[in-house]
C-alpha cells in the first residue's frame, strides 16, 4: 500500500542569476512500512527534499501526498496537526526539551495534541529503545546515543506514519550508530511505519531497503543496492 | 505532566537562574506599582484622619433652616450625629472684647466636640450652664487665665462674667489671627447674640452612619425640603476623600496614580518585553523545534505568556514583602523625619488595595509584555530547528571603513537591524523624555510653595488697621531678645501716581537691607543694588498681565521714581494695584519720617513659644502678633514631601533608564551570542569583544540621546511655559544641570552595560558558546 508519493518536486532559492536549483522535478513513492535511505554529497539538496516532504517548507513546483492526502493543499494550521499526527521527525543533533526528562519528551507531541498519553505504549516504547531506566533522566543526564533513543520514541509515540530522519546518526559513535538504526528498523517494522532517513554512511545507506541518491538537485532511484 | 503547557512552568523553573533579568524586570513593575497604590492607599487613610482632624467630621451642614425642620432629618436619614453651631464677630471687626482685645464667639452644643471635633478639647469639659466658658489657647497664653478663673466680656449690649471651664486648641487660622474665642453653651449664646442684636446664622451639623449612600441621601433631603445649595454646605474636603464629591483632592490624587502606573506600566512592558524577545531570539530552534514536532502558532504563543506568567507568580510574593518595605520606609521618613501634616501616616501598615492593584496591573503589564515575544516565537519557522538558521542571516554587510574592525562591526550592529534601532532609540530616548518634563516640577515646587523663601517670617506683628504705628525703636528692641534671629520691618503706603500709562495707585512698600538681599534670588532683570542704594530707584515684582519694564518712571508725591529691577516673585500677594519696592530713605524722602507698618520676625532654631511671649511682652496690647510658624511648619513639610516625591519619581525615572539599558544590551549580546563564540573561535580576545560591544552599546545611546533631546526639549520648554513662565515670567532656558545628568545617566549606563556580558561570554569555553542556541 503506497504511503508517500512526491511527484515533480522542485525547490528554487532566490531568482533570476541569483537563482539555486535546489531540488529539480523529483518523483517517488514509498509503501507503507518501507524503510528508505536518501544520500548525497553536502548541498546536494537531500536536506531540502525532507524538509519539503515533512511539510517544513514549500516547494517551487510538485506535491507531497502522504496516505492520500497533499499536504500542501492544507493551510499552515492544518498542516500543523496533520504533520503533528502524521509525521514523526528525528534531527542530527536531537533537539530534545531540555527541561524536559525522557518520558515527558517522548510523550510531549501527543500532550500538543491535547490527548491523554497512552501509558502502557510508552512502557512499551520505553523497554524497546531500552530506556526504563533512564526515563526520569534529563537530556543532560543521557548519553548521545540514549538522546537519539528519546527522539525516536518522541517520533514514535504518536504513531505516525511517516518518520523522517535527517542524519540521526551524525553526532554519533559507529557503536550507537549500529544500535540506533536497529532500533529504527525494528520499531518501523514492528508498528508498520515507514522511514525516510538521510545518511552519509554507506553501511547504514545499505542496510536500508531502498536508497535514493539525490546530486545537485536531481533524485535517483537506486533500488536495494548503491 | 498533563497538559503542553506545563512545559512553560518546567521551563520556567529550569531557568530560574538565567532568566533572572526578566524575573527582575517583573519584580521591579510590581514592586512599582504596589508601591504607588499602596502609598496612595495610605495617603488616602492619613489624609481622612486629618481631614477629621481639621475640617470635623461632619457631612453636610444645614443653614438657615428652621429648628424643628432641621432636627426632623434624624426622622429621614441615618443620622448618627449633629450639632447647633453659631458664631459672631468671626472677623473680630466688632467692638466685643475680652480683656479689651477683640474675641469671636462661638455657640454649640457638647456633641460638637464629642462627635465633629474630638481632638479639639484640651483641657477641661464642656460648658454645663450658662455661667461657664471655654476660651483658645491663646486666649490662655495671652491673658493667663487657667480653668476656674473668671473672665468678662464686653459687648455693645453689656459685660458677660463667665467661669473658664476648658480650653479648645487652636487652628492655624486663629494663630495667623492672633484670635481670642470664646465657646459658649448654645442657649447661652443665644441669649448674648440677641442682645446684641446678632442675626442669627444656625448652622446645624450633621454626620451620617453609611457613608456609601451620603449622595443620595443629600439629594434625597434637598428635593423632599426643597433646600437650595445655600441651605445645605457639604464638607467637600471629607465627602471628596470619599469619592462623594466630584471636584476633589483624592480624585486627583488617583489621577497622579494613574499616570505614573501608565508611565510604569509603559516602562515595565519595555523592560520585560526587551527581555523576553531576546530570550526569544536565543531560542529560535528551540521554538522551531517545538513547531516541527507539532505545536501550532496558537500553542507556541500561549507557551511563551504562560511562561512569562510564571515569572509574575514568582515576582509577585518578593515584590510585595519589598514594596511594602519601601512604603514603610517613605511612610517613617514622612511621619518622623518629615512631620508636620505628614506627621500621621500609618506607619506599619499594609495595603492590601495597593497589593491587589499590584498584581492586578502586573499580571495586565505581562500579558502585555509578552504579546510581541509570543508572537515572534509563533512565528519561527519549524526549519529554524532543522537548518540552524537562528539569526543573522538577514544582515547587511558590515562597512569596515577605517576604524578598528571591532569598533566598525560594533556601529555595524546598531544599524544592521532597523526595526531594533528604532526600538532601542525610543526607549533610551523616552527615559530621557520623561526625566526632561519632570524636571519641570523642581523648578515649579521652588517657586509655588513660598516657605522655603529666606524671608518667610515666623512671626508679623502689625495693627489690625495695618497704621504705621511701629517705630524702628521697636525693631531695636526686638532684636534684643534673645531667639530672636531677624527683625525687618516695611513702610507701606497705597499712594497715586503720576505721569504713568502703566498705573494711577501703587502699593509702595520699604525695604531694608536684608530684605534687598533677599530679593536677589528672584531677580529678572536689572540692579537690586541701585535701588538700594539710590533714592529714586524702585523695583517691581512681576505679576501676570504688568506691563512695566525697565526703565519706567512715574511721579510719587513729586519725586520720580524709576524702575531699576524686575523681580519673578515678592513676597506680597498680587493686589489690584502694583507692588512698587524702595529702599527705606527714597519712602522716607517721598513721605517724610515713617514708622513701619509690619515688623516680621524670624526665630533661631530651638526658640519657641517663650521667645514669642518674651515678643509680645515688650509690644503693645493692641499689636496683632499674627504666629505663622504652624503654617510655616504645614507648607513647609508639605514643600518638603513634594520634594520627595518630585526627586523619588525622577530617580526612579533614572533607575528604569539605567537598568533597561543594561538589560537591553545584555539581551542584545545573548541574542549573538553564537556569532560572538564564532568570533572567538576565530580569534577575537575579551578586549576587542569589548570594544565591539561597547561601541554597539554606546551607538545605541548616542541615538537614544540625540532622538530624546530633540523631543524632551521642545516637551520641557512648552511644559515650563505652561506652568512657570506664564505665573513668575521666569524665561525657559536649556536645563543644563538636569540635560547633563541625564545624557550622563544614559551612556554611563551604556558604557558599563557592556561590562557584564563581556565577562559572562569569555567566562564560558568558545565550543559552547557557538552551540549555545
Redesign the interface.
Known amino acids: 500500500m503506497q504511503l508517500l508519493e512526491v511527484n515533480h518536486l522542485s525547490k528554487t532559492y532566490g531568482s533570476g542569476d541569483a537563482a539555486v536549483h535546489a531540488l529539480k522535478s523529483a518523483s517517488f513513492t514509498l509503501q507503507k512500512g518501507e524503510f528508505a535511505a536518501v544520500v548525497g554529497e553536502s548541498g546536494s539538496g537531500k536536506?531540502t527534499l525532507?524538509?519539503l516532504i515533512?511539510g517544513?517548507?514549500t516547494p517551487t513546483a510538485g506535491s507531497v501526498i502522504i496516505d492520500g492526502k497533499d499536504i500542501f493543499s492544507l493551510n499552515?494550521?492544518e498542516l500543523?496537526?496533520f504533520?503533528?499526527?502524521n509525521i514523526g521527525?528525528i534531527?542530527q543533533s536531537f533537539?530534545l526539551?531540555?527541561?524536559?526528562n525522557a518520558e515527558?519528551n517522548i510523550?510531549?507531541?501527543v500532550?500538543?495534541?491535547?490527548r491523554r498519553p497512552d501509558e502502557k505504549y510508552l512502557d512499551e516504547l520505553l523497554h524497546v529503545l531500552g530506556l526504563e531506566e533512564r526515563r526520569s533522566h534529563l537530556p543532560s543526564q543521557l548519553s548521545g546515543g540514549q538522546q537519539q533513543r528519546v527522539a525516536i520514541g518522541?517520533a514514535l509515540f504518536?504513531r505516525p506514519a511517516l518518520i523522517l530522519a535527517?542524519e540521526p546518526t551524525g553526532n554519533l559513535d559507529s557503536e550507537n550508530s549500529r544500535e540506533v538504526i536497529r532500533l529504527l528498523k525494528e520499531t518501523s517494522q514492528k508498528y508498520s511505519q515507514t522511514v525516510l532517513m538521510i545518511t552519509h554512511n554507506r553501511a547504514i545507506a545499505q542496510s536500508a531497503e531502498r536508497v535514493l541518491r539525490v546530486s545537485d538537485g536531481i533524485l535517483t532511484d537506486l533500488g536495494r543496492c548503491i | 505532566?498533563?497538559?503542553?503547557l506545563?512545559?512553560a512552568g518546567?521551563?520556567a523553573?529550569?531557568?530560574r537562574r538565567s532568566r533572572r533579568v526578566t524575573q527582575l524586570c517583573i519584580m521591579i513593575a510590581v514592586v512599582l506599582v504596589i508601591s504607588v497604590f499602596s502609598m496612595v492607599d495610605f495617603e488616602y487613610m492619613h489624609m481622612t484622619e486629618k481631614l477629621v482632624r481639621d475640617h470635623g467630621n461632619w457631612h453636610i451642614t444645614l443653614n438657615h433652616v428652621p429648628k424643628e425642620e432641621a432636627e426632623s432629618v434624624w426622622n429621614e436619614a441615618d443620622v448618627k450625629a449633629a450639632c447647633w453651631y453659631d458664631t459672631f464677630n468671626y472677623r473680630l471687626d466688632q467692638p466685643i472684647c475680652l480683656d479689651s482685645r477683640p474675641i469671636c464667639i462661638i455657640g454649640t452644643e457638647e456633641s460638637f466636640f464629642t462627635d465633629f471635633w474630638k481632638d479639639m478639647l484640651t483641657e477641661g469639659r464642656f460648658p454645663q450652664n450658662g455661667s461657664e466658658a471655654l476660651l483658645n489657647q491663646n486666649a490662655e497664653n495671652i491673658l493667663g487665665c487657667r480653668v476656674g478663673d473668671t473672665v468678662v466680656i464686653q459687648t455693645p449690649a453689656g459685660e458677660y462674667s463667665y467661669t473658664v471651664c476648658g480650653f479648645v486648641s487652636d487652628t492655624s487660622y486663629s494663630l495667623a489671627q492672633d484670635a481670642l474665642i470664646a465657646v459658649l453653651d448654645y442657649t447661652e449664646f443665644g441669649r448674648m447674640a440677641e442682645a446684641n442684636g446678632q442675626s442669627r446664622e444656625m448652622q446645624y451639623y450633621i454626620q451620617f452612619k453609611k457613608s456609601l449612600s451620603i449622595k443620595k441621601t443629600i439629594a434625597n433631603l434637598k428635593a423632599s425640603h426643597g433646600w437650595t445649595d445655600e441651605n445645605v454646605a457639604e464638607n467637600a474636603a471629607l465627602l471628596g476623600i470619599m469619592g462623594m464629591s466630584t471636584d476633589n483632592y483624592i480624585v486627583g490624587l488617583y489621577g497622579v496614580a494613574a499616570i505614573l502606573v501608565v508611565i510604569v506600566v509603559l516602562a515595565g512592558i519595555m523592560m520585560i518585553s526587551g527581555s523576553l524577545n531576546a530570550g526569544v531570539a536565543q531560542r529560535t530552534?528551540?521554538y522551531g523545534?517545538?513547531?516541527?514536532?507539532?505545536?501550532?502558532?496558537r500553542?507556541v504563543k500561549r507557551l511563551v505568556r504562560r511562561e512569562a506568567l510564571h515569572w509574575l507568580l514568582l515576582a509577585i510574593p518578593a515584590g510585595a514583602v519589598i514594596s511594602t518595605l519601601i512604603c514603610w520606609v517613605i511612610c517613617a521618613v514622612l511621619a518622623y523625619g518629615i512631620g508636620g501634616e505628614w506627621a500621621g501616616m500609618p506607619v506599619g501598615r499594609i495595603s492590601w488595595i495597593g497589593i491587589g492593584i499590584g498584581v492586578l496591573v502586573g499580571t495586565i503589564t505581562v500579558i502585555l509584555a509578552a504579546a510581541a515575544p509570543a508572537k515572534r516565537a509563533a512565528a519561527v519557522?519549524?526549519?529554524a530547528?532543522?537548518?540552524g538558521s537562528g539569526d543573522g542571516q538577514n544582515a547587511g554587510m558590515a562597512k569596515l571603513g577605517k576604524a578598528p574592525v571591532p569598533i566598525a562591526l560594533g556601529v555595524h550592529h546598531v544599524f544592521a537591524k532597523k526595526k531594533n534601532l528604532i526600538l532601542m532609540t525610543a526607549s533610551f530616548a523616552l527615559s530621557i523624555i520623561l526625566f526632561l518634563t519632570f524636571s519641570v516640577m523642581i523648578t515649579w515646587i521652588e517657586n509655588a510653595l513660598t516657605t522655603n523663601k529666606p524671608y518667610s517670617p515666623d512671626i508679623s506683628l502689625y495693627y489690625s488697621d495695618y497704621s504705621a504705628g511701629l517705630g524702628s525703636d521697636l525693631a531695636d528692641d526686638l532684636r534684643g531678645i534673645a531667639g530672636v534671629k531677624h527683625v525687618y520691618g516695611r513702610m507701606h503706603r497705597l499712594t497715586e501716581v503720576e505721569n504713568c500709562e502703566k498705573a494711577n495707585k501703587i502699593d509702595l512698600i520699604s525695604y531694608d537691607e536684608i530684605q534687598f538681599a533677599w530679593a536677589r534670588a528672584d531677580l529678572l532683570h536689572g540692579d537690586i543694588d541701585a535701588a538700594a542704594n539710590e533714592t529714586g530707584k524702585v523695583i517691581i515684582a512681576f505679576e501676570k498681565g504688568t506691563a512695566f519694564e525697565l526703565g519706567d518712571t512715574m511721579d510719587v508725591n513729586g519725586k520720580t521714581l524709576t524702575v531699576a529691577a524686575l523681580l519673578s516673585d515678592s513676597p506680597f500677594s498680587a493686589g489690584s494695584n502694583p507692588t512698587v519696592i524702595c529702599s527705606e530713605e527714597t519712602f522716607s524722602e517721598i513721605f517724610g519720617a515713617c514708622n513701619y507698618s509690619v515688623i516680621d520676625l524670624q526665630l533661631k532654631k530651638g526658640y519657641g513659644d517663650e521667645t514669642v511671649a518674651d515678643i509680645r511682652s515688650i509690644v503693645d496690647d493692641k499689636v496683632i502678633l499674627s504666629d505663622r510658624r504652624e503654617g510655616n511648619t504645614e507648607t513647609n513639610s508639605t514643600y518638603l514631601a513634594f520634594s520627595v516625591l518630585v526627586y523619588g519619581f525622577l530617580a526612579m525615572v533614572a533607575m528604569i533608564t539605567v537598568f533597561h539599558i543594561i538589560n537591553s544590551i545584555s539581551m542584545s549580546v545573548i541574542a549573538r551570542q553564537r556569532q560572538y563564540g564564532m568570533m572567538r573561535a576565530i580569534g577575537m580576545d575579551s578586549s576587542q569583544l569589548r570594544q565591539m560591544i561597547t561601541a554597539e552599546s554606546l551607538g545605541y545611546g548616542i541615538s537614544g540621546c540625540l532622538v530624546g533631546c530633540a523631543a524632551g526639549l521642545p516637551l520641557h520648554a512648552w511644559f515650563y511655559r505652561a506652568t512657570i513662565s506664564n505665573y513668575w515670567g521666569i524665561a525657559w532656558q536649556i536645563p543644563w544641570p538636569q540635560l547633563l545628568i541625564i545624557i550622563g545617566v544614559v551612556l554611563c549606563s551604556a558604557f558599563v552595560a557592556a561590562r557584564g556580558p563581556v565577562r559572562r561570554i569569555m567566562s564560558r569555553p568558545v565550543t559552547e558558546a557557538v552551540g549555545s542556541l
Do not use: W
Not at chain 1, 97 to 100: A, C, F, K, M, N
Open positions: 536536506s525532507l524538509n515533512g517544513l517548507d499552515d494550521k500543523t496537526v504533520r503533528r499526527r521527525f534531527f533537539h526539551i531540555p527541561e524536559l515527558q510523550m510531549f507531541p500532550l500538543l495534541d491535547s518522541r504518536s535527517d | 505532566m498533563r497538559s503542553y506545563s512545559l518546567i521551563s523553573k529550569a531557568h530552534e528551540y523545534m517545538l513547531r516541527c514536532i507539532g505545536a501550532g502558532k500553542q519557522s519549524p526549519i530547528a532543522v537548518s
